[in-house]
């Protein structure tokens, strides 16, 4: 525990201790731009503002200098400023790897600035791997839902070398540490670093990343600090689409379609004061910032077009979906599933048949069968027990495989990854006390915040509705942490492509944090190429 206490208490220096003029790159990740084969954005923040921000990159004769593009925001809460910094790396080569140095003319490290090295995608249909979980959180216990997991799930990211990894949301928890929310997200951002410095960390934005103060979605520290690939709309960085060799991946921001109310949330007694320098108002107990509906179906039309124009390009094999809350949960302690993305996304990944969806939010791992449609009017209302269209989505194969192998083209499979390192591993999961079988809770409406039993403390309701699992392929129950590792295999011509899964869970790290995992389950999904008909 010492060595523990240490490390975190070495984390919590930083922003705070740079002095005024301290240019010093921190919190370095990677992301890839619009093409992954030949974009790459280097992102980080200093402690000050950056004197001349800008990256080194090694070619094969010459450096190159990239001058970075400074983006600022000042919480809204305590009214801290933070300076962030984005170089656009563009022109690259297909497949190589590149040395990159990151430093400003007020770089404490100037002499030995941070450097690292990355890979861009390769082109064509060639092999690679990636890696997703959310719900990271920090490794810095005295922040709400931080846990030391987190970091041995980033070193598990190294361990398994991804070309990228997904981060399906709910990064580190900020808005539940109100005076210090850009103080989380640089504790983030310094354990995140040691494998995003690396390789492309792709994230998707999750409930926890609203925040008061910041912005009219609350998004803005989240979008401060990313650059993304763009999508053509005025809602730049909350969704986007990249290609990877044969894999279409699609980062959707669920929170504009779930009903669920689950983003910054003042309960009570006291109301939320921010800084006086903020010049905000206080915000008063009750208060949710629910952004259902925020988009107004502009991003559902971009899904829309992207998976249209998907269809009609024999360059993609796969389609792959990653978002943070779930259309198909059955943990008993989370939250459950959505109807919301069940009417707006389903009846898309059926028609234009994706073939995963890696969401996070709960936080534990479970696995459904291939569906496809939807069973209406056989969900129960929580209490009454009365009749409630969950839109119960319909399983094509209810058995496994026997050499393993799922034929993609008949459902589409949902994976709950939500295991990266928050300190609530919610690996406990619903089951009809009749029938013994899996069940869900379902939110089919609103759970907008109401006066509770305590004066002057409001809370949400939970779930409205349950309904049979029958969905439900594979629960984890011995652990929440874990990490799928995704492989595709592009085959042959005339041949069939595969895509791997193999998910290694973090067995004890209920209790005790562990850098252990280990392979719980895996599967194969398998299809036609399209560039053989
Ligand atoms: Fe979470
Ligand atoms: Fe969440």
């Given at each position: 525990m010492t060595g523990l206490a240490a490390v975190a208490s070495s984390l919590s220096l930083g922003a705070e201790s740079g002095g005024a003029a301290d240019g010093t790159p921190e919190q370095i990740h990677l992301t890839f731009g619009d093409d992954p084969a030949r974009c790459v954005f280097v992102s980080w923040v200093s402690p000050a503002q950056a004197i001349k921000p800008r990256v080194l990159l090694g070619g094969k004769s010459a450096e190159t200098v990239v001058h970075a593009v400074q983006r600022a925001y000042t919480d809204g809460l305590n009214g801290q400023t933070v300076f962030t910094y984005h170089a656009k790396l563009q022109g690259l080569d297909a497949g190589s790897r590149y040395r990159y140095s990151v430093t400003a003319d007020n770089d404490r490290n100037r002499a030995t600035p941070f450097s690292a090295t990355f890979q861009t995608a390769p082109r064509g249909r060639v092999p690679f791997r990636w890696t997703s979980y959310g719900d990271l959180s920090t490794p810095v216990g005295s922040w709400l839902l931080s846990s030391p997991q987190s970091r041995f799930a980033v070193q598990a990211v190294e361990r398994f070398e991804p070309l990228f990894h997904l981060l399906n949301g709910d990064l580190c928890y900020a808005n539940l540490n109100h005076a210090a929310q850009p103080a989380v997200w640089a504790d983030f951002g310094r354990n995140v670093q040691v494998s995003a410095a690396n390789r492309p960390w792709m994230p998707c934005p999750g409930?926890?990343?609203?925040?008061?103060?910041?912005?009219a979605l609350g998004f803005d520290s989240y979008l401060t600090r990313y650059s993304l690939p763009s999508n053509g709309t005025s809602f730049a960085g909350l969704w986007y689409r990249f290609q990877v060799g044969s894999a279409l991946f699609i980062s959707l921001s669920a929170d504009d379609v779930?009903?669920?109310?689950?983003g910054a949330f003042v309960a009570g007694p006291e109301e939320l004061r921010p800084a006086p320098s903020t010049g905000n108002a206080a915000i008063a107990p009750g208060t949710s910032l629910y952004i259902r509906g925020y988009s107004r179906g502009a991003q559902t039309r971009w899904l829309e077009q992207t998976l249209a124009g998907a269809a009609k390009d024999e360059s993609i094999d796969w389609i792959i979906v990653q978002m943070h809350q779930d259309a198909l949960s059955s943990s008993k302690n989370g939250n459950g599933s959505d109807r919301g993305i069940r009417e707006a996304w389903l009846p898309l990944f059926d028609r234009y048949g994706v073939d995963l969806v890696l969401c996070g939010h709960d936080h534990d791992y479970e696995r459904s069968w291939p569906v496809r449609g939807c069973n209406h009017d056989v969900g129960r209302d929580a209490v009454t027990g009365g009749a409630v269209d969950t839109c119960q989505p319909r399983p094509v194969v209810t058995a496994e495989p026997p050499d393993g192998k799922f034929d993609a083209s008949l459902g589409t499979i949902h994976l709950i990854l939500g295991g990266g390192g928050t300190s609530a591993p919610l690996d406990v999961y619903g089951v009809n006390a009749r029938s013994g079988l899996p069940e869900a809770k379902v939110i089919t409406k609103p759970n907008r915040p109401a006066p509770g039993p305590d004066p002057g403390i409001f809370v949400k309701p939970g779930a409205d509705a349950r309904e049979d699992a029958i969905w439900s392929a594979r629960r984890d129950t011995q652990t929440g942490y874990g990490i799928g590792v995704f492989d595709l295999d592009p085959g042959e011509r005339h041949g069939k492509t595969t895509v791997t899964l193999r998910y290694y869970h973090a067995i004890g790290a209920d209790r005790t944090p562990t850098a252990n995992y280990e392979l719980f389950d895996s599967l194969t999904l398998t299809k036609d190429r399209r560039d053989g008909k």
């Open positions: 409930n926890h990343e609203i925040e008061f103060g910041n912005g779930i009903y669920q109310d689950s």
